[in-house]
């Protein structure tokens, strides 16, 4: 692997080659990925375009296939631009003749390799796409190479990477994505530093905020509201009187004696201390946001844009991220509140389905009762509480009759071999499907009569990258 600097530079120089194809041309297609980091590229990007005075029409894809290529390729474009997809397919995308400018962070396909087409992606200068910088944070770069003045859409690159949990792993964002928050602080529009890492600081009444608490999950505490509230009101934390007192209400000695006491809790209830290191670590706020909103954290704000994202409704996710704070803002909390409600019925699916162990891998089957798009956060909030020694695989029915898998791993398992994404790549073209992804997560999508098939060959490809001597029996 390159040094950072030299993966930085790579990048720099791809997007000055993508510039002189975006700068010859008045109007182009930008297809971008249905979740907060493609959101937040697609957002970035358009802004970026209109400001060169070039129409920029934004389409959405859940994945890109054979057949999304070629509905892009009938609109006929003078130029696409794909944001934090198309790596994948960048074989493809040059046998269609498209032309166009791939800025993704996703593993590369081997085609990537020698196509002609302007291809600004981290694992093509020696970086690595899964924590370094996110599709939006490619996006930001070539917007940044477009002009200097896009400095302030380093900000939407924040949330774009906070969307893709590259800040989980370390507790705080990493590698390149470090210029970018520098890039953003810089433009005094982001702030960030050590806080606890619970979700729900703005918009949540402290106690919700800890009764949701999944990473670390806290025994005796974690989705018990009677035993949150005991316990603040144990520490003498008041907890309203006109509105419930949110995180962001309290004062510092208040803010300390809560985490203090969350980790004596936590040890006393047995967890490793390496686990609840995770309570704390740095969190990011975006300044010129209302205070209180779900838009003044990255991690609140990725969320809303996921809750239009995963249900179709991208446009609105787009329209917050391009400034709309009345119409589409209304439409993104609405979208939130079911978004929230179909994440807890969907953990409480799993309780009762069960997750399954095989030898190196471990899988649970949702069926038709989560859709598709969020089985993947379902599996991330679900592997929390689960068996961490084995990566987790979760199926779920799409509407057009195939079957979404959805891979989560953890950084100690990457640290020993594990690469989900060529796992789950060559598995599932094995039985006729496709797949890619992170070495940390990945997805991808097979024909439903070949799950215990593609099960098979997982459990064997896993078996393959886990060093010998971890082997059970
Ligand atoms: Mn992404």
Redesign the pocket.
Known sequence: MNTEEQTYDGLIKACLGAREAILASREAVVVS?V?A??LSSAAIMCTALGRIGIDANPVFFKQLDGSALRSIADLNPNLTIFT?LGSGMIGEISELDIPAVVAD??RPSQAGKHSQIAHINPHLAGGDGSIQI??AGCAYLLARSLSPANKDLAQLAVV?AVG?LQDQSQRRLVGLNRRILSDAQEAGLLAFGPDIRLFGRQTRPVWKMLEYCQDPFLPGLSGDEEACIAFLKELGIRLGGERWRRWIDLDQGEKSRVASALMRHGLRAGLASQRLERLVGEVYTLLLEREGTELRDATEYSTLLNATARYGHSRIGLAVLMGDRDQAFEDAQRLLGQHRQNLVNGIKLVREVGITPMQRVQFFDAGSAITDTIVGIVAGLCFQMADRSKPLLAFADTPDGCLKVSARGTMELVHVGLDLSSAISRSAQAVGGVGGGHNVAAGATIPPHKKMEFLELMDRAIDAQMPRQAKPG
């Open positions: 990925h979740d980091d493609g934090d962070h996703h996110s599709g774009g893709d």
